[in-house]
């Protein structure tokens, strides 16, 4: 591949790359992204294995990726459904269960607490949590 122009062929898409590139970022969604990546290699690899014309050979070469998309579960709806399960869990609990950060974790639940769908409820060390509301 370090002989194959993938450069000149992102170059010439600029728009469509930084475009698809913005849409992966706002949505935490990289497919779209990948597909664009992937066809211009596709576009490279049909440049780079064209036939000389003096060889006067035919050949057709397709390709087929198919990428299934898994949809990546957010932070906050992790957090919903281990505390819907398990109540009493502590905020580094949470975070331990779902391998992120307990300060990612407490502004989570800021937000999920100010949105209605979750509240801490009894006292501090001996409370649990109750989810109010859907996650989605």
Do not use: H, N
């Not at 050949?59 to 579960?73: D, L």
Request: proline share 5%; glycine share 6%; charged share 25%.
């Amino acid at each position: 591949m370090a002989f194959l122009p993938v450069e000149t062929v992102i170059k010439a898409r600029q728009d469509e790359y930084y475009r698809q590139l913005s849409e992966a970022d706002q949505r935490s969604d990289c497919t779209g992204f990948i597909l664009f990546l992937l066809e211009a290699l596709r576009d490279t690899l049909t440049v780079a294995i064209q036939p000389s014309p003096a060889l006067q050979v035919e050949m057709k070469v397709e390709t087929r990726v198919e990428i299934p998309a898994e949809r990546q579960v957010k932070t906050p709806e992790q957090i919903l459904a281990l505390l819907a399960t398990e109540p009493t869990l502590t905020l580094k609990e949470v975070a331990g269960r779902i391998g992120k950060s307990t300060s990612t974790v407490e502004r989570a639940v800021a937000v999920l607490v100010k949105a209605g769908k979750l509240r801490f409820v009894g006292p501090r060390k001996s409370g649990c949590w109750e989810v109010l509301g859907s996650s989605t």
